[in-house]
């Protein structure tokens, strides 16, 4: 597509339970980009695909996160047994042109655990 | 340890008149920074550029300046509008992987 999407664009769930959060990004771009905002905090890095290379997790706050991406396409982020401090904006990115070496990011999902 | 600082959290400017924001980083090999606005229930999105070899950029009324030995860097928006009230977060890193750190964003709201 031409923007980025991200679904659900909210979601509520129960602590303990496990989410799946879903990103499509820009079409044809090779890379793609998971960041997260907390309440008050900026922008935190925590994955970054590229192509078929090994993806750039260092930005996991925990091994409860985990993402998937298949090719250049869908990628979905898993928290397993989500706790209060996972509820965020979860935002998903891609490269914008070389023009500017930016991000064009979607609108985000907005996650809360109670 | 946060490597990229904003440490005004909010910001009111008059209408006309011009809004400077501040963002501090750590990381001398930081290459590449940029601003984002952000609108509530929106994604962030792309303002303004500039890489370590330029001390300024500037793009209509938004002009970004690098102080790379204070490792400072500004957002001027002149004249400010009450359509730039948002959140504007910095942001720095390296431009050859696009990974970036952001600041904690400043609230800048502009008075009619």
């Known amino acids: 597509g031409a923007g980025v999407s991200q679904s659900p664009s909210n979601k509520v769930t129960e602590k303990g339970k496990d989410v799946e959060l879903r990103c499509d990004p820009i079409s044809g771009h090779t890379a793609l980009y998971w960041y997260r905002q907390r309440l008050g905090q900026g922008l935190e890095f925590l994955i970054y695909f590229q192509g078929n290379s090994a993806p750039d997790k260092s930005g996991l706050p925990s091994d409860r996160f985990s993402a998937e991406r298949t090719g250049e396409s869908v990628s979905t982020l898993t928290i397993q047994r989500t706790q209060q401090e996972d509820s965020a904006v979860y935002l998903c990115a891609s490269p914008q042109d070389k023009t500017n070496y930016g991000y064009t990011f979607g609108s985000g999902t907005r996650l809360t655990v109670v | 340890d946060q490597q990229v600082k904003q440490n005004s959290p909010s910001l009111s400017v008059q209408e006309g008149r011009i809004s400077i924001l501040n963002c501090d980083y750590t990381n001398s090999m930081f290459d590449y920074f940029l601003w984002y606005k952000k609108y509530p229930a929106e994604g962030p999105t792309f303002l303004i550029s500039?890489?370590?070899?330029?001390d300024k950029n500037e793009d209509g009324r938004f002009t970004v300046f690098l102080n790379k030995s204070a490792k400072h860097l500004s957002l001027h928006i002149v004249p400010s509008q009450p359509g730039d009230s948002a959140v504007y977060f910095c942001a720095a890193g390296d431009m050859g992987t696009y990974k970036y750190i952001f600041g904690t964003g400043t609230r800048l709201k502009v008075l009619a």
């Open positions: 500039i890489s370590s070899i330029k």
